[in-house]
């Protein structure tokens, strides 16, 4: 019993994190996860998501683990749910203290007795069977109710590829599992950052073949593939970086053998010329519509 975490990776000096706080994000490799604590904790810190569901069922976690009289620091970013905040916990019983500072909004509360719904607010934020997708999903991953228009224009293209190969940012494993439709596939190594992501693809991509890894692309241990696919990301915590999608590009360079090929679906707008022609021999843009462009990048 007792003890502290935090949830996410707050901006150096904007918040104080207990000494000791556990790490507790989806987000971030090697953490532990919120739903899987069983024990009181003393004190919790959550940089709270920005989507409905998300966030309150990361509030209603947090509180759950809480022992009674516990507090509990939650905030966000003004335009990113930090508005919404008071009254998801006040829904949940809580009395609530606010203040605004650097654009964000922050939410003292002390853990009362007795909480209201939050086993509710766990449940509709708990993974499950998507009816449009048929695969596992759960809100908070990214595109978790749809497929991602990139995603599904890449699908489109892919002809079927073999040997050993990889799926950076993989998601729930939809482009995953159009790889493995080729017998020739030997291997295909699905690699994700979010837990949440690589735990649903786990449980949709039913092939012997398939290893899904929890890691940030960027420092996986891979070399020598014959392929890799991949819809880069390219933003971090809801605002733009070009830089994230040109790591991917890197490391998918950094990947494969000689004459190993890249599938890549990219926005129009990203600028991603320059990384390819650095890391590869060619690349060719075999698509561009609806505001998307697929490449075909060989080493």
């Known amino acids: 019993m007792g003890g502290a975490f935090l949830y996410g990776a707050p901006a150096p000096g904007l918040v104080d994190v207990p000494p ?22 003393d004190e919790g810190v959550v940089l709270a998501p920005a989507g409905t569901l998300e966030r309150d069922h990361v509030l209603a976690q947090a509180l759950r683990v809480l022992r009674p009289g516990g507090s509990l620091m939650a905030f966000a ?17 809580c009395e609530v203290s ?37 695969v596992w999903s759960q809100p908070g991953v990214f595109s978790w109710d749809r497929v991602d228009p990139g995603s599904a224009r890449l699908k489109e293209l892919l002809p079927p590829l073999a040997g050993r190969g990889a799926d950076l940012g993989c998601g729930v494993g939809i482009l995953a ?18 837990r949440r992501a690589a735990d649903c693809a786990r449980r949709n991509l039913d092939d012997p073949r398939a290893e899904v890894v929890w890691a940030d692309v960027r420092r996986v ?21 070009r830089a994230l999608g040109v790591a991917f590009v890197g490391a998918a360079a950094g990947r494969l053998r000689k004459g190993g090929v890249c599938w890549l679906v ?8 320059a990384p390819l022609a650095a890391g590869f021999a060619s ?11 697929v490449i075909e990048a060989r080493k």
């Open 283 to 293: 690349a060719e843009v075999r698509a561009d519509a609806g505001g998307y462009k």
């Open 266 to 273: 990219a926005n129009r707008h990203l600028p991603y010329e």
């Open 77 to 93: 970013p003004k335009d990113k749910g930090g508005g919404r905040l008071k009254k998801s916990l006040e829904g949940f019983g």
């Open 98 to 134: 606010e203040t605004a500072r650097r654009h964000h909004r922050f939410c003292r509360v002390v853990r009362p007795a007795t909480l209201i719904g939050i086993a509710a607010a766990i449940a509709s934020g708990a993974p499950r069977v998507v009816p449009a997708l048929g």
């Open 221 to 241: 241990a891979l070399s020598d593939l014959d392929f890799v696919v991949m819809n880069p990301p390219f933003h971090d915590g809801g605002a733009e970086d």
């Open 177 to 194: 599992h159009a790889v493995l439709a080729s017998a020739q596939v030997t291997s295909l190594t699905c690699v994700d950052v979010d």
């Open 20 to 41: 000791g706080a556990v790490q507790v994000s989806p987000l971030i490799p090697g953490s532990q996860d919120l739903a899987a604590i069983d024990v009181s904790m």
